[in-house]
C-alpha cells in the first residue's frame, strides 16, 4: 500500500451504565467507518431499555459529509453528544440546526 493510502484510525467501544449507554468514538468518523457506526448504533439503540443513549466525540478528529448525515440521524432520535475542543462542538451545532431544518 503507498504512502497516504491507509484508512484512517478509528475505535469504537460501547459503555453500559445503569441509565445511560454511551457510545465512544475516536478517530476519524469518515469513509466506511461511518456504515459499521451505524450498525452499532443499530444495535446499542436495540438494547436501550429506557436509558439514555450519548455518543462521546471527544476523540474524533474529523467527521465527513456520511457522518455528519449519521449524526443528524442520531440527533434526530435523542441521542445527546459528549464534545470537546473547538471544532466538534461547531459540528455538533450545525449539524442539529440542519437536522431540525
Given at each position: ?62 467527521v ?5 448525515k ?24 450545525e ?7
Open positions: 500500500m503507498g504512502a497516504g493510502m491507509a484508512d484512517p484510525m478509528f475505535r469504537l467501544t460501547v459503555h453500559d451504565a445503569e441509565n445511560l449507554l454511551v457510545m465512544k468514538l475516536e478517530g476519524c468518523l469518515a469513509g466506511p467507518w461511518v456504515r459499521e457506526t451505524y450498525r452499532c448504533w443499530q444495535r446499542v439503540m436495540a438494547m436501550l431499555n429506557g436509558r439514555v443513549m450519548e455518543v462521546d466525540m471527544r476523540d474524533v478528529c474529523h465527513d459529509d456520511e457522518g455528519r449519521l449524526m443528524a440521524l442520531m440527533h434526530l432520535e435523542g441521542v445527546r453528544f459528549r464534545t470537546a475542543g473547538c471544532l466538534m462542538p461547531e459540528i455538533v451545532r449539524v442539529a440546526e440542519a437536522a431540525e431544518a
